[in-house]
């Protein structure tokens, strides 16, 4: 019960979007109408406030492979960019290149830009990805590259269509960092694998 002239406080805490936006909170006293009242318009209080929202990176993937490639008997070269479009560093940058082959994955990595990669290739029939670990921080506007170079197997040795090979690439593939946009770190490229 609150008496003649008496106030009270009440702390609240809000949880504001991590977009930048302009937030209004409105508070009101008696909502319901319960309590008969000398004066029913002064019950309702407005506050505005900007809110800014705070600096990260955002990691974006692509991925770029030959059209068609010789099964068995030819190597072809993916090239994957990531690039880092947020306002802030971005660490660790770690990517993975993922294919639908069956078998073995007999490849190498070439890496140049801004940071430098320690890519593990699988050894041969084990399995279908390659890790590659970033060495620095990824500034915002810079980008890294890596070149990977495969031979694909047969047409028919692949998971899904055959002769449709698909390579994936992910940055972050372990969400180790926080994005403003955690939707872009996938790219993919289909090639036909040629008999």
């Known amino acids: 019960m609150l008496t003649n002239a008496a106030s009270a406080s009440l702390p609240v805490t809000v949880h504001f979007p991590v977009a930048t936006a302009s937030v209004s909170i409105?508070?009101?006293a008696d909502p319901a109408g319960a309590i008969t009242?000398?004066?029913e318009t002064n019950n309702t209080a407005l506050v505005?406030?900007?809110v800014t929202a705070p600096a990260l990176p955002d990691l974006q993937t692509t991925i770029s492979g030959p059209a068609s490639v010789?099964?068995?008997y030819a190597a072809g070269a993916w090239t994957i960019t990531v690039t880092n479009a947020g306002s802030?560093?971005?660490t660790p940058v770690n990517v993975s290149w993922l294919t639908n082959w069956r078998g073995d994955v007999?490849?190498?990595a070439v890496i140049r830009g801004a940071i430098g990669f320690t890519c593990i290739v699988p050894p041969e029939y084990m399995q279908q990805t390659v890790y590659c670990?970033?060495?620095g921080a990824l500034q915002p506007g810079a980008s890294a590259t890596i070149v990977i170079t495969a031979v694909p197997p047969a047409p028919g040795d692949v998971y899904g269509t055959?002769?449709?090979s698909t390579v994936t690439a992910t940055a972050d593939y372990g969400l180790q960092v926080s994005e403003s946009n955690e939707s872009n770190n996938a790219a993919s490229v289909v090639s036909t694998i040629l008999p």
């Open 37 to 39: 009242e000398r004066s």
């Open 26 to 28: 409105t508070v009101s």
């Open 70 to 72: 010789r099964g068995l």
């Open 88 to 90: 802030a560093v971005a």
């Open 106 to 108: 007999n490849a190498n």
């Open 162 to 164: 055959a002769g449709a």
């Open 133 to 135: 670990y970033g060495d």
């Open 48 to 50: 505005r406030t900007s």
